[in-house]
């Protein structure tokens, strides 16, 4: 798989893509989208580059451990979801508010700051890990058998 | 305390899922993640008698998640439910414990412990949600990390990872087209009343009973529900994929495979045939007990033949929790003609069987665990006379066996007895002569397995038994779990009395759905 025309693609791709899952991250809550379909869309960017540029050779270059990733985003979401109850209100209780952006007196309009925001950005890390700790170790695992 | 309070139903499903990444951050310290492991799990025990405790005395607790008024889920703890998280906690707790010593260390750190934690928030999640969506995700968080667990490592290398392999992909595939047709079942049933609040749906449907313009697609969600559920608790033709993944999963995960989460099975069809298609259980009711007597005649039929301890105890799982259902069965078909005492008293006693079953046959399952490490292979041919050099595991595995087979003074005596005399009174008399004949036969299985095992000599082309002796950490969580089934039987009581208010409780649903929507409706 790894042809000169597969690569580039796989590199143009991965940028387009990441673009967008980040934008589906952020709308996620009032239109279609949220950490979960944005991580999907990442996670599938960056296992095109894996299937593009062989798994030992991105290794090489980039190798994160993301079963933490996986943690980490889970432990972000379930402090999320657990910190409303020191404000006194019910588990995953969610709140927000509008800020106004007013530049040199003119009103260019509002910015939606939600808490959810943040159960979605764990929930994206928690897609992103999950799904490429479980392509690399089954890719590792194959490669390895091969290779013997 | 009034913030433990307040908050009690939620903790139980929080707290695991917030352990789960807990335990992954502190991989690289063993140590200290086994530490923090085991007492919030015991933390949880705690927790859960502290909910069983507050709902016997203040009655059903509602808790809104995030609160959303109207529209938002809702935690449910009934009677019903907190007694199966005590459930869930108790076995859970000892299943980890038992771990600690039985799997390889390295899985232990790696996934082991998070995933451990993922299915028991799915499991407390399942039988505390208050919403059908809710129960299906529930569902699916247990499924993932159950299906993963059955994979980790033992320190024993008598099962081979291909066999482990194979049988997730037949948990995984057959489990996943069960979950589709639960969804497909949730959207039809959120298409024809509008609600995904089981207190709401059953208000609804009991009223388009009452009018008299139950649709007919109706008939067909509740018979999906109750496929979806049958399929988890393998009743008759959904019960071939138990035999082959609860005997390959490591001996604490098969504890947690048949002592809970086969009865997450018995659970859902609670729900479905009593709460939200009352009206309709009439029509369930005898295809239920129909399919419970194949079931119970099936699964004790193959245990006579199996040779291997962990199928032995997989097969008679099949036929137990066909006895359990047997009594769902029964007590449909008496309350729907009339004989509301009858129906109660066949509901109370078929929830005590199911206690007692999850009890004894944990333990089997953990005690099946030691008696592999002894001997190191599962073929109970090649085992004989370790009642000289492990009279622990012999002493326990009797324990099991009677309360499986029905033997007083043991737990399984009170759930078998109470079952048959509620089925007699309300003259169930062909279906309890079945029941009753194997049982016969479950005596026979238990007995024959026991005495294949401890009894009589090794045949010496096998080797040694190992000397390694088994540590307090496996031996620890199957003492107290045998204590358990000896207190049941001597002591029913209390099990008796809460089984009987969880009956009255779960066919008359006005008081859940009562508390549920009159806290709702703001």
Not at chain 2, 216 to 236: E, Q, R, S, T
Not at chain 2, 251 to 271: C, D, E, H, N, T
Request: net charge neutral.
């Amino acid at each position: 798989m790894t042809t000169v025309i597969t690569k580039t693609i796989a590199k143009i791709c991965l940028m387009v893509d990441m673009l967008y899952s980040i934008d589906l991250l952020l709308i996620g809550g009032n239109r279609p989208g949220g950490g979960f379909i944005g991580g999907v869309l990442a996670a599938c960017g960056i296992a095109l580059i894996y299937v593009a540029y062989g798994l030992d050779d991105v290794k090489k270059i980039w190798n994160p451990d993301w079963h933490t990733w996986f943690g980490y985003g889970l432990l972000f979401a379930s402090i999320t979801a657990w910190s409303p109850l020191f404000a006194g209100h019910n588990y995953f209780r969610s709140a927000f508010d509008f800020i106004p952006v007013v530049v040199g007196g003119i009103h260019l309009g509002e910015i939606e700051l939600v808490s959810s925001m943040f159960f979605d950005l764990g929930v994206y890390f928690v897609v992103v890990g999950g799904l490429l700790f479980i392509t690399t170790k089954v890719g590792t695992d194959k490669a390895s058998e091969g290779g013997k | 305390m009034s913030f433990l309070m307040q908050h009690l139903p939620m903790f139980l499903i929080a707290i695991p899922l917030l352990m789960a990444p807990a335990t992954i951050i502190s991989k690289s310290y063993p140590g200290f993640q086994k530490a923090l492991d085991i007492i919030v799990s015991i933390g949880l025990l705690a927790l859960s008698g502290l909910l069983i405790y507050t709902v016997w005395n203040d009655g059903i607790i509602v808790y809104e998640v995030g609160e959303f008024g109207k529209y938002g889920i809702v935690l449910v703890a009934d009677l019903l439910s907190s007694s199966m998280v005590v459930l869930s906690c108790l076995i859970g707790c000892m299943g980890l414990i038992y771990s600690y010593n039985y799997i390889e260390s390295k899985s232990l750190n790696l996934t082991y412990h998070s995933l451990y934690n993922l299915m028991l928030a799915g499991i407390n999640g399942i039988f505390l949600t208050g919403d059908i969506f809710n129960l299906f995700v529930f569902f699916e968080i247990m499924l993932l990390s159950s299906g993963a667990l059955i994979v980790a490592n033992e320190t024993s290398k008598v099962t081979k990872i291909s066999d482990k392999m194979e049988a997730t992909m037949k948990y995984i595939v057959l489990n996943m087209l069960g979950s589709n047709a639960m969804l497909i079942a949730v959207t039809s049933l959120y298409a024809s009343v509008g609600s995904l609040n089981m207190a709401d749906i059953a208000l609804k449907v009991r009223i388009l009973a009452e009018a008299g313009t139950m649709p007919w697609h109706m008939y067909a969600i509740g018979l999906l529900f109750i496929i979806v559920f049958a399929g988890k608790a393998a009743v008759f033709p959904l019960h071939y994929w138990l035999p082959d993944v609860h005997p390959t999963a490591p001996s604490p995960i098969s504890a947690m495979l048949s002592g809970v989460i086969i009865k997450i099975g018995a659970y859902g069809i609670l729900r479905i045939l009593f709460v939200i298609f009352s009206p309709l259980k009439g029509v369930y009711g005898p295809i239920i007990l129909l399919l419970a007597l194949i079931t119970i005649g099936l699964g004790a039929t193959a245990a006579i033949g199996q040779n291997d301890v962990k199928r032995l105890l997989a097969y008679s799982s099949v036929s137990q929790i066909g006895y359990v259902f047997l009594g769902f069965g029964m007590g449909a078909i008496a309350l729907e003609a009339g004989e509301i005492a009858g129906g109660t008293l066949i509901v109370a006693a078929s929830f005590v069987y199911m206690v007692n079953h999850a009890i004894a046959k944990s333990m089997l399952f953990l005690t099946s665990g030691g008696i592999i490490h002894h001997a190191e292979t599962r073929d109970m041919r090649k085992m004989g006379g370790m009642i000289n050099s492990n009279p622990l595991m012999a002493f326990s595995f009797l324990v099991g066996a009677m309360s499986i087979g029905g033997v007083p003074p043991m737990g399984g005596f009170i759930g078998k007895f109470s079952l048959f005399d509620a089925g007699l009174r309300s003259a169930f008399y062909l279906p309890i002569a079945i029941a009753l004949l194997f049982a016969v036969f479950t005596l026979f299985y238990m007995f024959r397995g026991w005495m294949l095992m401890f009894w009589g000599e090794r045949d010496p082309q096998y080797g040694e038994y190992s000397h390694h002796k088994l540590s307090i950490l496996i031996v620890g969580p199957i003492m107290i779990l045998a204590a358990l089934v000896f207190v049941l039987g001597l002591f029913g009581n209390p099990v008796l009395e809460i089984a009987q208010t969880i009956a009255i409780q779960i066919t008359d649903p006005q008081p859940y759905i009562d508390a549920v929507l009159v806290r709702v409706i703001r």
